[in-house]
């Protein structure tokens, strides 16, 4: 069983995480993480903080000697703009009142429902942990995660295809894995991860606009899995189909608004006769599928197809452009706007769900092969593998 916990604020010390479960025997070592903290952080519509942070993730205990022992993997990563806060965000109670409470919620965060349910009067005891600033965490255990599917050769990627009105011209085959390798190779090279040029100047563009105006936006990528053997999740029960476990997933990133597997909306447009995968079998591939509209879930299991899913993200909530909300303390109107924030987060939003998407497989490589070893996941894989073969 795998499973990993963030915990941290914005502008406390930094950020912890923790997963348990990776078995023994993985190389790992801060540079493989960094590698994917520093893709996060990338992207043409971020903002400042950006620039403050560089990002680095500290292993804490789990791996010695650049190999994984079996115990919990903890990671830290320090928040460098701790300096300025470190009164103001004090575990410490002879700091009280160094900083003024926030009682302004801003509209589209956990500000004002975060407030009332932990009965708050100062909003920054929700906004410090509902910021995306903890996706940071999520990308470093995610890469832990992308160590261990590596052993599998089970490839993640993504890559962003729509930002505010301007969209990538040809879509994807989700049937291919090397077209979808090579879409995620491509948006690696581009500053919104758009693997279309034209399109992702256009993005840019509107980027570029909306930031003049004072205004945000959203947009839509796809993250896929490739490499991954069929049969993982379950169809016996609700809480184990891997495609609802996937959605979950992607919804828990902040900002994500719908999550589409395969040909997702698209569907209920098109006749069953037209849409469905069709199955086909010879000697050297065994059973396999020509077409991916299911995105590689049926059942809520995996087919052996990639994964495919697509997420929403809404655009980002705090504005220049004043928004209107009410003060907390004093019940009057205000108009919100703020200075400092991303424009649009669309490019790190995907760079989060490849993190993700690796936990999700991750676990659910796990709970099929077992294993505390990586010898010992290997030879179950290994014998699950020849058990497809000959069936
Ligand atoms: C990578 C990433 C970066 C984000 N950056 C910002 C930001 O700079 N400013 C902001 O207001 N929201 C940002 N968001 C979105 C908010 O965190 C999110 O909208 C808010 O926490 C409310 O959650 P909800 O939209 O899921 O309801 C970001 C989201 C992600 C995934």
């Not at 009164?87 to 302004?104: H, L, N």
């Not at 990538?168 to 581009?190: I, T, V």
């Amino acid at each position: 069983m795998l499973r990993f916990y963030t915990a941290g604020e914005s502008h406390g010390k930094g950020l912890i995480g923790m997963i348990e479960g990776i078995p023994s025997g993985l190389a790992l070592s801060s540079e493989d993480i960094d590698f994917q903290l520093k893709t996060r952080q990338k992207g043409h519509g971020r903002g400042g903080r950006m620039k403050i942070e560089s990002d680095r993730a500290e292993i804490i205990s789990g791996v010695r000697w650049g190999v994984t022992t079996g115990a919990p993997i903890s990671l830290f990563i320090e928040n460098r703009d701790w300096a300025n806060w470190n009164e103001a965000m004090s575990a410490d109670a002879k700091f009280i009142g160094s900083a003024q409470p926030v009682t302004r919620p801003r509209p589209g965060h956990a500000d004002l429902a975060g407030a009332q349910k932990f009965a708050q009067k100062d909003i920054r005891n929700i906004l410090e942990r509902s910021s995306a600033r903890e996706t940071a965490m999520r990308v470093a255990l995610g890469a832990v995660a992308r160590k261990f599917l590596d052993a599998f050769d089970i490839k993640i990627g993504s890559f962003v295809f729509q930002i505010g009105s301007a969209v990538m011209k040809s879509a994807a085959d989700p049937a291919s894995e090397k077209g979808l390798l090579n879409l995620s190779k491509k948006a690696g090279a581009s500053d919104v991860r758009c693997p279309d040029e034209a399109a992702g100047n256009e993005m840019k563009s509107l980027i570029d606009e909306a930031a003049l105006a004072g205004d945000t936006l959203g947009g839509k990528f796809t993250v896929f899995a490739i490499g991954a053997p069929p049969g993982l999740g379950s169809h016996t029960q609700w809480d184990r189909r891997l495609d609802g476990i996937m959605a979950q997933a992607m919804m828990s990133i902040q900002a994500i608004k719908c999550v589409e597997v395969g040909g997702g909306a698209g569907l209920a447009e098109t006749p069953g006769s037209i849409i469905m995968d069709e199955i086909f079998y010879n000697a050297k591939r065994g059973f396999y599928r020509k077409t991916n509209n299911m995105g590689g879930f049926e059942g809520g299991m995996t087919n052996g197809m990639p994964l495919v899913v697509h997420a929403t993200m809404k655009p980002i909530p705090t504005l220049k452009k004043p928004l209107r909300s009410v003060d907390m303390a004093t019940k009057k109107p205000f108009k919100a706007a703020y200075e400092r924030s991303d424009v649009c987060a669309v490019p790190a939003a995907s760079v989060v769900a490849e993190a993700m998407t690796a936990l999700v497989v991750s676990e659910a490589l796990l709970e099929k092969m077992g294993g505390d070893s990586l010898d010992e996941t290997r030879r179950n894989y290994d014998a699950y593998i020849r058990q497809i073969a000959q069936f």
